[in-house]
């Protein structure tokens, strides 16, 4: 099971960068997605599986971004993800992007799970439970 707080490293590429080597605020969308994954590995879970096994998948129904400082290229900055709350159809994520202890990049994600109709429905009950476990 994954801590409180799941944290990954990031290698910031040139294909993260715009002309002057500063990292485009997209790059940062696409760590995050990364550290959601990992998050979700770490607790014993992965997107394949769920869809496989549960007949879901989580998709991004809100993000709040606040972007607070800039990564460079060849930078390895630092990925945290947690759990910010829960519904019963639904996770929020906190995250954020971090380069040697300075946020650069702060993040709130409401996750909704989907069914196969594409209509929201309860997190399987194992993820469930394994959030209960992180959350409270």
């Not at 944290?7 to 995050?32: K, Q």
């Not at 550290?35 to 496989?52: N, P, S, V």
């Not at 390895?76 to 300075?102: D, F, H, N, P, Y």
């Amino acid at each position: 099971m994954c801590e409180a707080v799941h944290t990954i490293p990031a290698r910031v590429y040139y294909e993260d960068t715009d002309a002057a080597g500063i990292v485009y605020h997209t790059a940062y969308l696409r760590f995050a997605e990364r550290g959601r994954t990992e998050w979700l590995r770490a607790a014993g879970f992965d997107h394949r599986g769920l869809r496989e096994s549960a007949g879901g998948a989580f998709v991004v129904r809100s993000m709040a971004v606040e972007f607070l400082a800039a990564a460079r290229l060849d930078d390895e900055v630092e990925v945290s993800t947690w759990i910010a709350g829960t519904r019963a159809a639904s996770l929020v994520m906190g995250q954020k992007v971090s380069l040697a202890g300075r946020d650069l990049v702060v993040m709130t994600v409401r996750l909704a799970f989907l069914g196969a109709n594409g209509r929201a429905r309860r997190l399987p009950e194992p993820l469930a439970e394994a959030v209960r476990q992180r959350f409270h």
